[in-house]
T-cell receptor, first 112, second 117 residues
């Protein structure tokens, strides 16, 4: 069975600073990896995904993530955060049956 | 882009009544949809897999007679919470699977806030 660990429960970052959110996964086969963002009281929005190919993946809203098989990681980055990036971020690993297993999430707070 | 809607966005019902939540994929067909439950400040808990034209598959610990799922078409899945009780109060989110040449994607609805009084 697949699983995901997001080690950071809460991250505070200054507006304009860079952001990195960590994600480690466990899966026996080649993983399908996703990052989602959730604003309060809303559903989840897909930021980016990795299935194969280039290990550096570009997503929406200026986010990118890098798949590192040797470290079983799929960390999310953004060079310069905006106040609107304050939200909950979830990393997920998907199986061949389309089921997703989510990490516990990381809350991002952006200070002015 | 892919859009998934949920209706209603909020519902309040009395204990013992049933509530139906609809999940629709608006611009693509989805043979597989999922239903999740989310508690405050927690991650999503998968409840069941909804497959078009067949019975839903429930995760361990989820009562299939309480949470009835119907996937009648390629764009619609419904979750009915039967004989609702206050402990069923939660945020319910659906997702629809879009498949393509490069794997698949799950698109999520905006969620339904259920409050049982």
């Amino acid at each position: 069975a697949q699983s995901v660990t997001q080690p950071d429960i809460h991250i505070t970052v200054s507006e304009g600073a860079s952001l990195e959110l960590r994600c480690n996964y466990s899966y026996g086969a080649t993983p399908y990896l996703f990052w989602y963002v959730q604003s309060p009281g809303q559903g989840l929005q897909l930021l980016l995904k990795y299935f194969s190919g280039d290990t550096l993946v570009q997503g929406i809203k200026g986010f990118e993530a890098e798949f590192k098989r040797s470290q079983s990681s799929f960390n999310l980055r953004k060079p310069s955060v905006h106040w609107s990036d304050a939200a909950e971020y979830f990393c997920a690993v998907g199986a061949d049956d389309y089921k997703l297993s989510f990490g516990a999430g990381t809350t991002v707070t952006v200070r002015a | 882009g892919a859009v998934v809607s949920q209706h209603p966005s909020r519902v309040i019902c009395k204990s013992g009544t049933s509530v139906k939540i609809e999940c629709r994929s608006l611009d693509f067909q989805a043979t597989t949809m999922f239903w999740y439950r989310q508690f405050p400040k927690q991650s999503l808990m998968l409840m069941a897999t909804s497959n078009e034209g067949s019975k839903a598959t429930y995760e361990q610990g989820v009562e299939k007679d309480k949470f009835l799922i119907n996937h009648a078409s390629l764009t619609l899945s419904t979750l009915t919470v039967t004989s609702a009780h206050p402990e069923d109060s939660s945020f319910y989110i659906c997702s629809a699977t879009r498949t393509g040449g490069n794997g698949y994607e799950q698109y999520f609805g905006p969620g339904t806030r259920l409050t049982v009084t």
